[in-house]
């Protein structure tokens, strides 16, 4: 399995404003997800972020709304820009790969509540 | 592409009584199944998987789920919940080289009533 961490842990923002989410792990590997858990839903995938090249997102997500930075293979950032309180969410950060058997383990959690 | 349902969205059940969180899934091709759960105010913690091999997985906390191909389910057990059980429960499914995208059902909330 991985530990993951992540930073902050909750945080409320001002609309028009951006913040950037940290995802730490304590191993090596080779993906890492980043998801939206928005009240009262259950995950939607935003992207997939590989080291050494550009993250992948889904369908309804963009790289100008949520640039992703992938500079190693135990760290990656989401940033959440110029935010409006539709973007209230639990953002949840997700590593897998070669080394944990097809499995997704999941950090912790960043809520954030834009007012 | 494959989906899952989960066909409760909530379950009450008393403490020390029977638990079954049903899910279904859709896949064109072999899939691996997972069951994770959310305690208030966390991340998502793996409960138990289903790769291959045996259809009756045995995971953490004394849960189980089985795998049943012709029904395409994936149904999560515990024969004796307890009030620390009270928690948001997910099933999600992958399959080989789908690069580990994994799909998730909406979830079931289980409250345990003591």
């Known amino acids: 399995s991985a530990v993951i961490s992540q930073k902050p842990s909750r945080d409320i923002c001002q609309r028009g404003t951006s913040l950037t989410i940290q995802c730490q792990v304590d191993?090596?590997?080779?993906?890492m997800f980043w998801y939206r858990q928005q009240p009262g839903q259950s995950l939607t995938l935003i992207a997939t972020?590989?080291?050494?090249?550009?993250?992948?997102?889904e369908s309804g997500f963009v790289i100008d709304k949520f640039p992703i930075s992938r500079p190693n293979l135990t760290f990656s950032t989401l940033t959440v820009s110029n935010m409006s309180p539709e973007d209230s969410s639990i953002y949840l950060c997700?590593?897998?790969?070669?080394?944990?058997?097809?499995?997704?383990?999941f950090g912790p959690g960043t809520r954030l509540l834009v007012l | 592409a494959q989906s899952v349902t989960q066909l409760d969205s909530q379950v009450p059940v008393f403490e020390e009584a029977p638990v079954e969180l049903r899910c279904n899934y859709s896949?064109?091709?072999?899939?691996?199944l997972f069951w994770y759960v959310q305690y208030p105010n966390q991340g998502l913690q793996l409960l138990l998987k289903?790769?291959?091999?045996?259809?009756l997985v045995k995971g953490i906390n004394g849960f189980e789920a089985e795998f049943n191909k012709s029904q395409t389910s994936f149904h999560l057990r515990k024969p004796s919940v307890h009030i620390s059980d009270t928690a948001e429960y997910f099933c999600?499914?992958?399959?080989?080289?789908?690069?580990?995208?994994?799909?998730f059902g909406i979830g079931t909330k289980l409250q345990v009533i003591p």
């Open positions: 997700s590593v897998g790969g070669q080394g944990l058997g097809e499995t997704q383990y």
């Open positions: 289903y790769l291959s091999g045996s259809t």
């Open positions: 191993s090596q590997v080779t993906m």
């Open positions: 999600a499914v992958s399959y080989l080289g789908g690069y580990q995208k994994v799909t």
């Open positions: 972020a590989n080291q050494g090249s550009e993250a992948t997102y």
């Open positions: 896949s064109s091709v072999s899939v691996y």
